[in-house]
């Protein structure tokens, strides 16, 4: 005889597991189940068809506490093991014993008897995400003896209806406001007496009586009146004006009231300062919104409804929507998933996403029968817009949106609008401030006003005119900004204050300029000066990757209106972008071109940064000698010019060489002076440069506490400037320090977490240091592979970089651990870097030779270690 079970019991399995995102393979493998029908015997289980033997205990509390997530719904937790463990399955109630950490028995909810109306809408099917701090605050509020209104605001779509669901369905709030809970949802166009009627008879009151009350003012007094000392939650839903809704701030000192609005005026002008502000979805409230709509899309394409999450800004709205269509049109197979959420990146699709309206909960401000929809929920605020504001609306769609904010000086300069229009949008809570005098829009109202905000005459003329003086105005404040660095002392930081700003403004206005580069000359040239605007804060604040974008994007436009000037300029800082890159002869290629124009136009000024920077460049290839004579001549130059600043930075460049070639008291003697240079002038970039440059020299030098001195100094400033590739450096160094100490540990710290600055900016010349630095402190504590494999990497990236040291360092440190392994590839690899270092003139030629020439001198030992390669880095 088979048992058979109620399957309206266990369903809420198989619902629980999918919005969770588990697949029946990943329940029966967390079962342990095994063989080809483990699907079957958990599907069997979720259909009521079979039952878990009692072996499956313990796992199944843990299932459904840790693995379904119920830690986070407790009453569901305790609903399951009622309805499906005990009453389907037959097993007995938890004991204590069993109980997951933290989880206290809970009987069912039992339904609050209310001795008055329950007038709010149906709670939506699905729970209340990310919100439950605001709940709590909302409860508290509620709660206390304070019986001062509450207001709700937040954009159209951020969920402030569903939380003031959540608030009246509360069993806390149900219980304190025992005498009922009305509920009046406004919208743009209330039928106010209808509503007050509604109230009217919820309370008591008979048709008739309200019938006698002529006017809005009676009609409340009346129900004022009815209500008395009466313990009732008042909601007042989605209001637009404050005439709306004052009518139903009715009710005796034991009434509580809120009210939800998208304007933020109203809610001060309704509840004071007693306001609490619904802000968007964090990135993981948002992903588990969309699985609980779309469960196998979320588990299939993870990182994708990441993305989509992000691009609405986390607006709970945009989130349902998008996920509804990806469950009725995303199939299980791979490729149907991939285009539906591939079709959900278009601004326009997602604006049109629609889903229909539940009869019982109508929107206040849409009739019943119309489709819910993003466009929907904005074009209500937008209709109460003048045509200014309007034409406001969709100029500032050229801005970047939220979390980059913009000023509104700006905006009127660039918009040409007025105050009373940016009032408006903030009223009709459209555009939010952040910050004094600053405003952010959020990308679905950015998307709406741009794509589908109607398309009426002249507003494409708006959009493309508005796009043309953004980007000219942000090259401008890029200038300013890089002006205000260069000026030294603390303009510098104001400068990079500046910078950061505006850093999502100004990269919008590049990327146009790229982008119209080709439409005319004009374009072309804000292009080209884009870059130049920008100076060495481009090297300092963006990725090598971007970086190399603008310059060449200018180079290329500079070439197009054939201007040899702003040729030279783009030319001279994409050599630098290659050799941060690890590009290094392309550098030099690029060097040599811009000092060639610049000789032509006679500008001597940037003709010193080139040589400057050419010198570095011979320097990083080894050419010692060569990279003297560039140094040599860009000193000259400078002191020509007066301009201490190349002075000092010429000087440093010369005591870096003299470290190389291990002259370290010239090299110290060269530093301290461009430290003092770099102080005098306020040069704050080359005073960090010159304290690493100084701890390089000491540590070389052998004296590493000194040199930690300078080191720490030098992070400091680094971290202040945002300097990432300079910090990055800095930590190598101490990791070098650490390794003269005889602490490896400590060093190994050090060096991963320069690595991972060097990884994130893809710094090939920095990875390759810190790549053979870490073999080095892995083979000093006898980890011989992790070290043979760190001194691999350093060698292949020592051959893309061409960087001739580097490559014989990483040869000759592997061909001694590879010894006992393969002595002819050790050999060969030790031939290799005798090759090299006879080439470049190192000193351990000779340790080198001995080392091939003397079979007993290859065993490996403490004693037969070479010495620490590259040392500090300047």
């Known amino acids: 005889m088979t048992t058979k079970y109620n399957p309206q019991k266990t369903v809420k399995l198989a619902e629980v597991r999918e919005t969770a995102g588990l697949t029946q393979d990943q329940a029966a493998a967390y079962f342990g189940l095994k063989g080809k029908k483990r699907r079957d015997t958990i599907g069997g289980w979720e259909r009521g068809q079979s039952r878990p033997g009692l072996k499956h205990r313990a796992r199944f509390i843990t299932y459904l506490w840790d693995k379904l997530g119920l830690r986070r719904n407790r009453r569901l937790f305790w609903e399951i093991w009622r309805e499906t463990a005990v009453t389907e399955w037959g097993w007995s109630p938890l004991g204590e014993g069993e109980l997951p950490d933290s989880l206290a028995p ?71 406001f025992r005498d009922g809970i009305l509920w009046a949802g406004l919208g743009s166009n209330p039928a106010i007496f209808s509503l007050l009627n509604r109230w009217g008879e919820a309370v008591g009151i008979t048709p008739q ?171 209500i605020s937008a209709a109460a817009l003048d045509e200014q504001a309007r034409h406001t609306l969709w100029a500032l769609s050229v801005f970047p949106p939220k979390p980059d904010t913009f000023s509104a000086e700006a905006v009127w300069k660039i918009c040409a609008a007025d105050q009373a229009s940016l009032a408006a949008l903030v009223n009709y809570g459209l555009l939010e401030p952040s910050g004094p005098e600053r405003y952010t829009l959020h990308q679905t109202i950015s998307d709406f006003a741009q794509f589908a905000d109607g398309r009426p005459a002249g507003k494409q003329q708006i959009l493309e005119e508005t796009a043309a003086r953004h980007a000219a105005h942000y090259k401008t404040i890029l200038q300013k900004a890089r002006e205000l660095y260069e000026q030294g002392g603390n303009n510098v930081y104001r400068g990079l204050e500046l910078f950061n700003r505006e850093l999502g403004n100004i990269r ?71 050799r941060q890159m690890g590009r290094v002869r392309q550098s030099i290629v690029c060097y040599k071109e811009a000092l060639a124009l610049f000789d032509s136009l006679a500008d001597r000024k940037n003709k010193v940064r080139v040589l400057n920077n050419l010198g570095a460049a011979c320097k990083s290839l080894s050419e010692f000698q060569q990279a003297i004579d560039y140094h040599q001549q860009a000193l000259s130059l400078a ?79 680094s971290r202040i400037l945002g300097d990432l590739e300079n910090e990055g450096t800095i930590l190598c160094n101490l990791g070098v320090a650490s390794m003269d100490t005889g ?21 090939r010349l920095g990875e390759l240091v810190t790549r053979h630095n870490l073999g080095e402190a892995y083979e000093k504590l006898g980890e011989y592979e992790i070290a043979l494999q760190f001194y691999n990497e350093s060698l292949s990236l020592a051959r893309e970089t061409g960087d001739k040291l580097g490559q014989g360092e990483a040869l000759w440190r592997s061909a001694r651990l590879l010894f006992q392994a393969d002595q002819a590839k050790a050999v060969k690899r030790a031939r290799e870097a005798l090759d090299i270092f006879t080439e470049i003139g190192d000193s351990r030629v000779t340790q080198i030779r001995k080392w091939l020439s003397c079979p007993n001198c290859r065993r490996f030992s403490e004693n037969n270690q070479p010495n620490s390669l590259f040392g500090a880095v300047s």
């Open 508 to 578: 919008a206005g590049q990327q146009w300029a790229e982008k119209h580069s080709l439409a005319d000359e004009n374009t072309a040239r804000l292009c080209s000066e884009y870059p130049v605007a920008g100076g060495f804060l481009l090297h300092l604040r963006l990725s090598p990757q971007e970086n190399f974008r603008w310059w060449q994007s200018g180079l290329t436009a500079a070439r197009q209106i054939e201007n040899r000037e702003l040729a030279a300029k783009n030319l001279a800082n994409l050599g630098l972008v290659y």
């Open 209 to 379: 009586e309200m019938a006698k009350a002529a006017t809005v003012s009676d009609k409340s007094q009346r129900l004022h009146d009815a209500i008395g000392k009466r313990r009732m939650l008042l909601v007042i839903d989605d209001a637009w004006r404050l005439e709306d809704a004052l009518p139903f701030q009715i009710g005796g000192p034991n009434c509580g009231i809120l009210l939800t609005t998208r304007r933020p005026n109203l809610a001060r002008d309704f509840a004071e300062d007693n306001i609490l502000a619904i802000s968007e979805l964090d990135k993981t409230g948002g992903i588990v919104l969309f699985t609980w709509f779309a469960p196998h899309v979320a588990a299939a394409m993870p990182s994708v409804v990441e993305s989509l999450v992000t691009v609405v800004g986390g607006l709970p709205l945009a989130i349902q929507l998008m996920a509804r269509y990806a469950r009725r049109h995303a199939g299980e197979e791979y490729a149907s998933l991939q285009q539906t959420l591939q079709r959900l990146r278009d601004e326009k699709t997602r604006l049109t996403l629609t889903q229909p309206q539940r009869p019982a909960d109508p929107h206040p401000s849409l009739i019943p029968s119309a489709a819910l929809s993003l466009s929907a929920a904005l074009r």
């Open 639 to 717: 002191r020509q010019l007066g301009d201490r600043e190349q002075e000092g930075d010429a000087i440093a460049n010369l005591g870096v060489v003299y470290k190389n070639l291990k002259q370290y008291e010239k090299a110290i003697q060269y530093q301290q002076k461009a430290l003092h240079i770099a102080r005098e002038t306020g040069h704050e970039y080359g005073e960090m440069t010159s304290l690493i440059d100084l701890g390089a020299a000491y540590s070389e030098n052998g004296d590493p506490a000194q040199a930690v001195k300078f080191y720490e100094e030098a992070l400091d400033k």
């Open 106 to 176: 809970q009987p069912e909810p039992t339904a609050i008897p209310l001795s008055g109306p329950f007038l709010a809408p149906p709670l939506p099917p699905y729970e209340l995400v990310g919100r439950s701090e605001l709940l709590q605050t909302l409860k508290q509020k509620l709660l206390s003896s304070n019986r001062q209104p509450i207001a709700l605001t937040g954009l159209p779509g951020a969920g402030k209806t569903a939380l003031a669901l959540a608030l009246a369905y509360n069993q806390d709030i149900l219980a304190y």
């Open 743 to 763: 602490d490896a540990a400590q060093a190994i710290a050090w060096y991963r977490q320069a690595l991972d600055i060097d990884v994130t900016l893809e710094n």
